[in-house]
């Protein structure tokens, strides 16, 4: 729909998530070197389609959370978590690891909270399933050299950029 003042309307489902993740990444501060772009980017084409489509087919949401804002949600969490720690460390390895990890973790909370607790155990198979490379739905699986521990929900875990 195009407005009498030349304004251009869509709908979110016309333009979908990618947009708002490529618009994110540019604005991202300089401390945010290009290969930790590259690697977000990998995750994000990596876990949101696949996370979309496990939300809307197989899980039940206690309130239905439209895919943008799922996705709005991981870059705010995303932002939240890659602040002055991030600015400090200088050694890429282990940026690219708590990279990583921090991903995981905001993936949880935005893309997991809404479920039921059915929902959740189901949500955490398809975590740990992404994130040893055995879900039979990415082509292109991003490896993860810490796995998450066995002895709870992927939910019960926080992330902390600490150590190497």
């Not at 690219?96 to 997991?112: D, P, R």
Request: hydrophobic share 40%.
């Amino acid at each position: 729909t195009v407005s009498r003042c030349g304004m251009i309307y869509l709908e979110p489902s016309q333009l979908g998530w990618k947009p708002h993740v490529e618009s994110w990444l540019s604005a991202r501060p300089a401390y945010i070197s290009e290969a930790l772009k590259e690697q977000l980017n990998t995750l994000f084409d990596t876990f949101i389609p696949a996370g979309i489509q496990l939300v809307r087919k197989r899980l039940k949401q206690y309130v239905v959370v439209e895919e943008v804002m799922q996705v709005h949600s991981l870059l705010r969490l995303l932002n939240s978590s890659m602040g002055t720690v991030f600015e400090t460390e200088s050694n890429a390895k282990v940026l690219e690891q708590w990279t990583k990890g921090v991903f995981i973790f905001c993936f949880v909370w935005s893309f997991g909270a809404s479920t039921d607790a059915n929902g959740r155990s189901t949500f955490d198979e398809f975590v740990r399933a992404m994130m040893q490379g055995s879900f039979e739905e990415v082509v292109q699986p991003v490896k993860f050299e810490t796995p998450l521990p066995d002895e709870a929900s992927c939910f019960d875990f926080i992330f902390e950029c600490k150590g190497k």
